[in-house]
């Protein structure tokens, strides 16, 4: 019998459709912009020299063979996923004047998108952790050389903290660091199986380092958790005596990252590889305190803001994905009619999609952005920790990087999830990118501070400012001033055309205030007949509900401010409606805290909805250019249904070409 060609030809067939040029519908989109797509990447990127840095930087990697991928990374196993990532690492690392490796905001995670993709792998925690620990934690004097060891490689680290029993709970870590000032040493040890680390990033295969975080025992007294510098593997990266170690197994998503376990026996280091920039223990054992108990804690609050911006992005790419697949998302395929006879439309245009798509491209906007001046604070706040010993700015900055942090990675989880499933079954699919980029946010939930324990601490500082406020002498953060302000009994919002800013403001901030306040009643009630600690895990949900809100209550009024500096008036009117469409969404989305006492009226409800109605229709047109200006080009997107020419369906067939089943 004749045998049928095989997929492979048949799939060759179908290569000859693929269209020269872009598709038709999505040029008519990006013709139809009302702003200058330029102007407004520059707004996006605050000026063009991030742009231009941007293009070159995709230039390098595009002209660089040894960033090229033989095999397409969705159809690899573990092991070659693991080889591919080191591959690529080992090339990114031996080229790094290519970027400003400091900039950890724009250039460096543009370069790791660029040559690796969304993946955590085998020096994410080096540099994203372990680098940073060594920055935060070490005397100015020896900074000098474990930064030159890692800068020659000869040092690959990871910041072992978690245990197999806790990782939230810090306090009750169990490993431990007991000092013997007869050798001058540390022993690390671990006592129990709980004791185990678990989850570092980077341990199981490839880190001959790690900053560990240990109970300190010196002079028969417990001290707290510390972190120390801790050898683990030998030149020929052979675990050194006393040390056991492996990778975990494989995981939700970044499994190109070999996260590992750690078992210490009774392991030895010397004195100086505690990290005592900020608290010290003598040859003697004798043993010195930080200036605020917290400052070990530095380099997550670090890493929290770095986080927030990375989440943004990939909220921002997986909207690029949606509207442009939404803009071409027709023709052969239709999905029904608008108006009977009239053919059948681009999905894009339904009011429930535009509604899917476009309060996720507002929300990826503004928490994006406002980090740049974050990163600032932080810069400042550990000056004046450094200089002055001035911790007065510390518990705002942990406040804000934990509350910011907690609120949007689910925000950017949850945005994934509902753009992925705006585009049908071919969302499902490895080739949208969206698993991928949906296992990588989500695992930002719960890493670098569990989600609703960062809230707890966000509602901890707000519980501490409602009683100053009650108190009639409150010291106020410049993020919590709005706290003091007199109540406020009827909502100002009106028509998305004619209210102001202020007026969005002002409920924001009246809402959150009741919230506050109204919680910290209910604390200080139960507090009469509980215990503190009783008290406080009964009105928990409500102490998450205040926290968050003070979170969004933040980013909306960062997001006005944000659109006001933007000098290009046609680019300015758009991402203000953007900004009022965020405002809107979160209005209807809390509409019961924002009605709670007749505050806002039904009427003032029902205008927000149509609000809504009419500010997807306005920023329709526009859609597909907004999500051009985010710049993200197509290897950075990784993504076939949001490629930029709109050559969805060929593209798909080309992909599914290089699946292992079809070779023979
Ligand atoms: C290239 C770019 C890529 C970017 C991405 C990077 C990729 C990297 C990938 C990353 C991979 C993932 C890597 C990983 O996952 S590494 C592992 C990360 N682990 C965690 O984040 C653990 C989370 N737990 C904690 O941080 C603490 O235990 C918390 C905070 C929960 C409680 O703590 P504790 O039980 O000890 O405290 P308390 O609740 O009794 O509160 C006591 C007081 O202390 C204050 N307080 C607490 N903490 C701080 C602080 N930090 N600064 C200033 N102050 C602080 C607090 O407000 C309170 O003040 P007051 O109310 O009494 O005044
Ligand atoms: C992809 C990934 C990478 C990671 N990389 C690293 C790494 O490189 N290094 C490292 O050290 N760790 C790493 N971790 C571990 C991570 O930091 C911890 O998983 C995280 O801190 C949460 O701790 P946990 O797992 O103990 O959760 P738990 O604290 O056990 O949380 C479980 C549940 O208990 C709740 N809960 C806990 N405490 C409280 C409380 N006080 N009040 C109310 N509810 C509470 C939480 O909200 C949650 O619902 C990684 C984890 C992941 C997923």
Same mark, same amino acid.
């Given at each position: ?26 040029? /008519? ?14 707004? #996006? ?25 033989? !095999? ?17 690492? $080992? ?21 790791? &998108? ?49 245990? $197999? ?6 306090? /009750? ?103 005592? /920039?900020?608290? /010290? !223990? ?75 798509? &476009?309060?996720?491209?507002? =929300? ?56 992925? &499933? ?53 010291? &106020? ?44 009643? =209910? ?19 409500? $102490? ?65 909805? $149509? ?12 859609? #597909? ?40």
């Amino acid at each position: 019998m004749e045998r049928d060609s095989s997929p492979s030809d048949q799939f060759h067939r179908y290569k000859n459709l693929i269209q020269n040029g872009d598709n038709p519908d999505i040029t /008519k989109e990006r013709q139809g912009a009302s702003f200058n797509l330029y102007n407004m990447q520059c707004f #996006v990127y605050e000026n063009d020299h991030k742009l231009q840095r941007r293009q070159e930087i995709l230039e390098f990697v595009e002209s660089h063979r040894e960033f090229d991928d033989p !095999v397409h990374p969705h159809f690899l196993n573990r092991d070659e996923q693991i080889d591919r990532a080191t591959r690529k690492c $080992l090339a990114m690392v031996d080229n790094l004047d290519a970027i400003d490796v400091t900039d950890y905001f724009d250039e460096a995670p543009l370069y790791q &998108l660029l040559t690796i993709g969304r993946e955590l792998h085998c020096l994410s925690l080096h540099y994203g952790m372990f680098l940073p620990t060594i920055q935060v934690h070490t005397e100015k004097s020896l900074i000098l050389g474990p930064f030159q060891m890692a800068a020659s490689k000869a040092i690959l680290g990871t910041f072992a903290q978690t245990e $197999l029993g806790h990782g939230s709970n810090l306090s /009750k870590l169990e490993t431990t660091a007991t000092y013997d000032a007869t050798t001058k040493e540390f022993v690390i040890h671990t006592p129990t199986m709980s004791a185990g680390k678990w989850w570092p990033g980077g341990l199981g295969k490839s880190a001959n380092y790690a900053a560990v975080m240990a109970q300190l025992y010196t002079s028969g007294e417990s001290k707290g958790p510390h972190l120390f510098m801790v050898q683990l593997r030998d030149n020929a990266h052979a675990p050194l005596p006393g040390v056991t170690v492996g990778d975990i197994g494989p995981k939700l998503g970044n499994n190109a990252n070999d996260n590992g376990f750690l078992i210490f026996d009774h392991y030895r280091i010397p004195r100086r590889n505690m990290f005592m /920039k900020y608290s /010290k !223990v003598e040859a003697d054992g004798t043993y010195i305190p930080p200036p605020h108990a917290k400052l070990g804690f530095g380099a997550m609050v670090l890493v929290r803001l770095l986080m927030i911006r990375d989440q943004t992005c990939q909220l921002g790419a997986a909207a690029v994905i949606a509207i442009r697949y939404s803009a071409v998302r027709h023709s052969a395929v239709r999905q029904g009619e608008i108006n009977e006879g009239e053919g059948e439309v681009q999905i894009l245009d339904y009011r429930t999609q535009q509604y899917r798509l &476009l309060p996720q491209l507002a =929300r990826s906007f503004p928490s994006s952005q406002r980090m740049r001046s974050r990163n600032s604070t932080s810069k400042y706040v550990t000056k004046q920790i450094n200089n002055n010993a001035n911790m007065e700015l510390l518990p705002e900055l942990h406040a804000l990087s934990s509350g910011l942090k907690a609120v949007i990675t689910w925000e950017v989880a949850q945005g994934i999830e509902q753009l992925r &499933l705006s585009c049908g079954g071919h969302g499902y699919s490895r080739a949208s990118a969206f698993p991928d980029m949906y296992a990588y946010a989500v695992g930002g939930c719960t890493y670098e501070g569990e989600n609703i324990v960062m809230l707890l601490q966000v509602a901890r500082f707000l519980m501490m400012i409602a009683k100053e406020v009650r108190s009639g002498n409150p010291k &106020l953060a410049e993020i919590a001033e709005y706290i003091a302000k007199p109540d406020a009994v009827t909502a100002r919002i009106s028509s998305w055309k004619t209210c102001s800013d202020e007026d969005i403001i002002h409920d924001f901030e009246a809402v959150t205030r009741k919230l506050i306040f109204a919680t910290f009643d =209910r604390l200080t009630t139960l507090e009469r007949t509980m215990k503190k600690k009783e008290a406080w895990n009964a009105c928990s949900i409500d $102490l998450c509900k205040a926290a968050r809100m003070h979170v969004k209550t933040y980013l909306v009024k960062n997001f006005l401010a944000r659109v006001r500096t933007c000098e290009d008036p046609a680019s300015r009117t758009v991402m203000h409606t953007l900004a009022k469409l965020y405002a809107f969404d979160l209005i209807s989305g809390g509409g019961g805290h924002f009605m709670k006492g007749g505050f806002l009226s039904e009427k003032q409800f029902n205008e927000v909805q $149509l609000g809504i109605y009419e500010m997807l229709a306005a920023i329709r047109p526009d859609s #597909v250019a907004l999500a051009d200006s985010w710049a993200i080009s197509d290897l950075e997107l990784r993504s076939v249904l949001g490629r930029r020419d709109g050559n969805v369906y060929p593209a798909l067939l080309e992909w599914a070409q290089q699946s292992p089943l079809n070779q023979n």
